[in-house]
């Protein structure tokens, strides 16, 4: 089964500190979307790209938060610096078309 | 940005029964998506609609695509212990130009033994 891959699947940090999170798309699909969850929000969409392209990126706080896709097999969202209201699950996820797969996302502590 | 409204918040039922669970939004929506989502786990694809009426079943799970495209429903029949978890719905307004997904915030199956 392919699959979308995503590290590291935890972080523990402090205030200040920068985050990368990376992703790996499933092979052959051309959108990807980095998610937020918690419990307050539920999920929620930051950015996405397709065909590499930042497509939209509306959700996501600009002045601390950047979404790259250096090629098709490696998407990184960084926080920098990190705050205790990054707290959240971080979810990564390709689709071809109409459907999305999700990776099982990077739990990110804020300290 | 859109809202799904997705009901119950949670359930708990007896193994063996039938679990019902639907979505509703103000907007028109063109494609409806149900995820499973288990502790520790990103939300896996069950089931997608593309087309108002459209019912779709994977095993025990049916959904279907509202005809007012407002709406959908999500049914498990005959429930199992590994049906636990949180089912979202999630769906693309047909009236935006992101290809994002907007989700519900999820029903929480629990099931007794």
């Known amino acids: 089964d392919a699959r979308v891959t995503q590290t590291p699947r935890h972080k523990v940090t402090e205030m200040g500190q920068e985050v990368t999170m990376r992703c790996q798309p499933i092979?052959?699909?051309?959108?990807v979307f980095w998610y937020r969850q918690t419990m307050m929000q539920g999920l929620e969409l930051l950015a996405y790209f397709r065909n590499r392209a930042p497509l939209d990126d509306s959700g996501m706080p600009k002045d601390r938060f950047s979404a790259e896709m250096p090629d098709a097999t490696l998407a990184t969202l960084k926080i920098q610096p990190s705050e205790p209201r990054d707290s959240a699950v971080y979810f990564c996820?390709?689709?071809?078309?109409?459907?999305?797969?999700f990776g099982p996302g990077t739990r990110l502590l804020v300290l | 940005g859109q809202q799904l409204n997705q009901s119950p918040q949670s359930m708990f039922i007896q193994e063996g029964e039938d679990v019902s669970m639907n979505c509703t939004s103000s907007s028109i929506f063109n494609t409806w998506l149900w995820y499973k989502q288990e502790p520790g786990e990103g939300p896996v694809l069950l089931i997608a609609?593309?087309?108002?009426?459209e019912l779709t079943s994977n095993g025990r799970l049916t959904a279907q695509f509202g005809i007012t495209r407002k709406d959908s429903f999500l049914n498990i029949s005959a429930s199992i212990p590994s049906d636990v978890g949180i089912y979202f719905c999630?769906?693309?307004?047909?009236?935006?130009?992101?290809?994002?997904?907007?989700f519900g915030k999820g029903t929480h199956l629990i099931i007794q033994p």
């Open positions: 092979l052959g699909h051309n959108t």
């Open positions: 999630a769906g693309r307004w047909s009236g935006g130009g992101a290809d994002g997904l907007t």
């Open positions: 996820a390709s689709g071809f078309k109409e459907t999305q797969y």
């Open positions: 609609l593309y087309k108002a009426g």
